[in-house]
C-alpha cells in the first residue's frame, strides 16, 4: 500500500480542523466584543430608551444609500415625558410582555419570527395608524382588543391575549423603541406615516388650502 | 442467542437499550410536529380554524419546538447507540444516563402541556420562567431551561466517561468536543434583557451555531460511524474526511453566524464577513456528498442496511441542497434585505431541517431496529420492502413539494410586499391575498398531507421491518485495502 500524501493524511486535517475552529471562533470573540460596545442601548446604532420622548422618522440618507432612524423633535410617549430608568423599565415591561404573550410565532421582529403576520420592526411608523396623533391610542386599543378590529381582506385576524392596559401602552413603548434601531435599511423602500407637524394657522395659503408637506 | 427476526432488547448493549427509549420518544415528537405543522398550515388558507383555542402562534411554535426536541432526542439516542461500539466498553454511568432519559421526558411532556393549556401569561418574568419564553425555538421556560441543561450535562458525562475509560477514537474525539460546544452555546440563550438587538445577537448564537455548526459536525461523526456500518468503510477514510468537514465546516459556519447579523442593529462590517462565510457554507454540504457517493461506489453499494444507507445518501443530498443550496439563494446581504422573514425562510428552514438532520436520525431508526430484531437481513430482497420504499418517496415528496410551493410564495413575497409595496403592513397583505402566494399555500397543504403519510408508512414499517426475516445480515468481508 503506497504511502499516504501529506495533504491526504488524517493528522493534518485533524491539526487543520483544530486550528481552522479556534482561529475562528477568536475572530468571532473579538467581533462580538465589538458589536457589544456598538448595540448596547445608549449607542449610535441602538438609542437610549428614553428616546421614546422623542419623535422618530426614517429618512432615506444620500450616503448610505438607504433609510435611517432620524431621531427629532421632543415628543414624548403619551404626552408623558420620562426619565432614562423610566423609559428602560417601561419599554422592559414591553418587551416582557411580546415575549410572554408569544408575538415572534406570528409575527417577526427585526426580521425574525414567524409568517403569517407583518413585521414589528417599523410598526411605529406603520402608515395603517393614519394619524400620528390618534395612532397612540389606537395601537393599546387595537392591542388590548384586536378581535374586534378590521385587520384586512383575507380574514386573519389577531386574537385576544388578555393584554392588560399597562401591558399595551409598555408594548407601544417597547415598539417605539424598536423602530429607533438602525437595522442598515432593513425594511428597505419603506413609506412611513406621516409625521409631519400640521402648518401653523398662518400658513401661506395655495389654491385656498394650506400647502400640504410631503411626508417620507 | 434470540431468534432472527424477533423484537428483543437481550440483542441490544447498555447503551442500544437506552438509545432505543430515546428514539421512540424521538418518533413521537416527530409525528407531534406534522400534526401541528398541518394545523397551523389550514390556519394559512381557512384563519378561523381552532380561532382562539389554538391559534397559529401556539401550533406553530409546537410545531418548532417538537421539531427541535425530537432531534435532539434521535442525536442522543444515536450517540447512546454508537457509544459502546466505538469505545469498546460498557457506558459509564448508564444507570443515571437512564433515570435522566426518564426526567428528560417528562419535562418535555410538562413543557408541552403547559404550551396547549396554558399559552401565554403576563407580561412579566413569571410567564418566562413558567409557560414560554417567547424566542423562536428556545421557546422552552427558563425551569426547562435548568432541567435541559442537568440532562446533557448526564449525557455528556456518560459519553465523555466511557471514551476517557474506553477506547479514544477520532470520531469519539470530535464528537466530544463537539458536544462541549453544542451545550456550551445553549447558555448563550439563557438571559433576559430589554435590548432586543443584544437579545437577537446572542439567540443567534444557540440557533445558528447549533444548525449551522456543531449539530453539522454531530451529524458529520454519526454519517461515518453509519458509513462503517453499512458499507465497511474503513476507519481511517471516514475519520480523515470527518477532520476535512471539521475543518470547513466551522471554518466556513462559525463567522457565517454572520448572516444573521445584517438587520438586527448590528454593524455594517457583518455585511462583508456574513456574506462571505456563508457562501463558503454549502462546501463542506458538497465535501459530504462526495464522500457518501464516492464510498458507496467503492463499495458497489453492498452494504448492510439498504433503508439505513438509502437515508443517509438522502441525508447527504438533503443536507446539500437543503442547507446548502437553499441558503446559499437568500444569505446574500443583497438579496436577503427582500427576502428576510419572508416564506424564502421557511422554504430552507424546511428543507434543511428534513434534508439535514431527520433523514439521518431516520437511518438510526433502521440501524436500531435492525440489530434490535437480532442484526436481521436488511439489504436485498428484503420482506415488504415496499413499505421503506414508499414511506421514503412519500417524505422526500412531500418535503420537496412543500419546499417549492413555499418558496414560490416566497418570490411573490418578496417581490410585491417588499420592492413593489415597500414593506409596510398594507403590502404585506396585499402580498398574502395576492393569488401566487395564496396557491403556494394550498400546494404546501397539499403536499403536507402527502408526508404526513409518509410519516404513517415510516412507523408502520418501523414497527415491522425484518419481523418476517429469517436470514442474518448481511457481513463485510474486513477489507484488506480500499
Known amino acids: 500500500m503506497s504511502q499516504t500524501e501529506w495533504w491526504a493524511s488524517e493528522s493534518f486535517w485533524r491539526k487543520t480542523a483544530i486550528w481552522v475552529t479556534a482561529g475562528s471562533f477568536v475572530a468571532l470573540m473579538f467581533l462580538t466584543l465589538d458589536s457589544m460596545s456598538e448595540i448596547s442601548a445608549g449607542s449610535k446604532r441602538v438609542p437610549a430608551y428614553s428616546v421614546i420622548n422623542h419623535r422618530i422618522d426614517y429618512v432615506f440618507d444620500e450616503k448610505r444609500n438607504f433609510q435611517v432612524p432620524v431621531i427629532g423633535a421632543e415628543e414624548p410617549l403619551f404626552g408623558k415625558k420620562l426619565t432614562e430608568a423610566e423609559a428602560e423599565a417601561l419599554v422592559s415591561h414591553g418587551k416582557l410582555t411580546t415575549q410572554a404573550k408569544n408575538c415572534m410565532n406570528c409575527h417577526t421582529l427585526l426580521g425574525n419570527g414567524a409568517y403569517y403576520a407583518p413585521d414589528l420592526t417599523k410598526a411605529w411608523l406603520d402608515p395603517s395608524w393614519g394619524s400620528k396623533e390618534a395612532r397612540e391610542q389606537m395601537m393599546v386599543g387595537f392591542l388590548m382588543n384586536p378581535q374586534d378590529s378590521l385587520h384586512n381582506g383575507i380574514g386573519r385576524r389577531m386574537p385576544n391575549l388578555g393584554i392588560t392596559e399597562s401591558e399595551a401602552r409598555a408594548t407601544v413603548a417597547f415598539l417605539k423603541w424598536m423602530s429607533s434601531i438602525d437595522t442598515n435599511g432593513f425594511p428597505y423602500n419603506f413609506k412611513p406615516i406621516d409625521q409631519s407637524d400640521p402648518p401653523p394657522a398662518d400658513a401661506p395659503v395655495e389654491n385656498g388650502s394650506p400647502v400640504q408637506q410631503q411626508g417620507g | ?482
Request: contains cysteine.
Open chain 2, 1 to 482: 442467542m434470540a431468534t432472527l427476526g424477533r423484537l428483543d432488547s437481550a440483542n441490544l448493549n447498555g447503551g442500544q437499550k437506552l438509545a432505543v427509549k430515546y428514539f421512540t420518544v424521538a418518533l413521537a415528537l416527530f409525528g407531534a410536529q406534522i400534526l401541528f405543522g398541518l394545523l397551523a398550515g389550514i390556519q394559512y388558507l381557512k384563519p378561523d380554524f381552532l380561532y382562539g383555542v389554538l391559534d397559529f402562534s401556539v401550533n406553530r411554535m409546537v410545531h418548532i419546538n417538537a421539531l427541535v426536541v425530537w432531534l435532539l432526542f434521535g442525536f442522543i439516542g444515536s450517540v447512546y447507540w454508537m457509544l459502546e461500539d466505538e469505545a469498546g466498553i460498557p457506558v459509564v454511568g448508564l444507570k443515571l444516563g437512564n433515570l435522566i432519559f426518564w426526567i428528560f421526558t417528562l419535562a418535555v411532556a410538562a413543557v408541552v402541556v403547559v404550551y396547549l393549556l396554558v399559552q401565554i401569561g403576563p407580561g412579566d418574568h413569571s410567564s418566562i420562567w413558567l409557560i414560554n419564553e417567547g424566542r423562536e425555538y428556545i421557546e422552552a421556560p427558563r425551569w426547562a431551561d435548568i432541567g435541559i441543561v442537568v440532562c446533557v450535562l448526564t449525557f455528556f458525562y456518560n459519553v465523555a466517561g466511557t471514551f476517557a475509560k474506553g477506547r479514544y477514537t477520532g470520531v469519539g474525539g470530535v464528537l466530544v468536543l463537539d458536544l462541549i460546544a453544542l451545550f456550551g452555546l445553549y447558555l448563550a440563550g439563557m438571559f433576559y434583557t430589554p435590548n432586543i438587538s443584544v437579545d437577537q445577537y446572542w439567540w443567534w448564537w444557540v440557533i445558528h451555531l447549533w444548525v449551522e455548526a456543531t449539530w453539522e459536525v454531530l451529524v458529520g461523526c454519526l454519517m461515518a460511524y453509519g458509513l462503517m456500518k453499512t458499507l465497511g468503510v474503513r476507519r481511517k477514510i471516514v475519520e480523515t474526511w470527518l477532520y476535512i468537514e471539521v475543518a470547513l465546516m466551522f471554518g466556513s459556519g462559525i463567522l457565517g453566524l454572520g448572516h444573521h447579523y445584517f438587520w438586527i442593529g448590528t454593524p455594517e462590517y457583518w455585511f462583508t464577513i456574513g456574506g462571505f462565510f456563508s457562501a463558503l457554507e454549502p462546501i463542506p454540504l458538497v465535501a459530504m456528498v462526495v464522500h457518501s457517493v464516492f464510498d458507496s461506489g467503492t463499495h458497489k453499494i453492498k452494504n448492510t442496511n439498504h433503508p439505513a444507507l438509502a437515508w443517509i445518501i438522502a441525508h447527504a443530498f438533503g443536507n446539500f441542497f437543503g442547507a446548502g443550496v437553499w441558503g446559499f439563494m437568500h444569505t446574500l446581504p443583497q438579496i436577503n434585505l427582500y427576502t428576510h422573514g419572508t416564506q424564502w425562510s421557511a422554504s430552507h428552514g424546511h428543507f434543511a431541517f428534513f434534508g439535514a438532520y431527520a433523514t439521518l436520525v431516520i437511518a438510526f431508526f433502521y440501524l436500531a431496529l435492525q440489530k434490535w430484531r437480532g442484526d436481521v437481513w436488511m439489504s436485498g430482497g428484503l420482506a415488504g420492502a415496499w413499505r421503506w420504499k414508499w414511506a421514503m418517496v412519500l417524505l422526500n415528496l412531500g418535503m420537496i413539494g412543500m419546499v417549492m410551493a413555499m418558496l414560490v410564495s416566497g418570490y411573490e413575497q418578496s417581490q410585491i410586499e417588499r420592492a413593489i409595496e415597500g414593506s409596510s403592513w398594507v403590502g404585506y397583505f396585499v402580498a398574502q391575498a395576492h393569488p401566487w402566494f395564496v396557491q403556494g399555500m394550498w400546494w404546501r397543504q397539499i403536499f403536507g398531507w402527502m408526508f404526513a403519510a409518509g410519516f404513517v408508512l415510516l412507523v408502520w414499517d418501523l414497527l415491522t421491518i425484518g419481523r418476517s426475516e429469517r436470514r442474518p445480515a448481511l457481513v463485510h468481508a474486513e477489507p484488506a485495502a480500499a
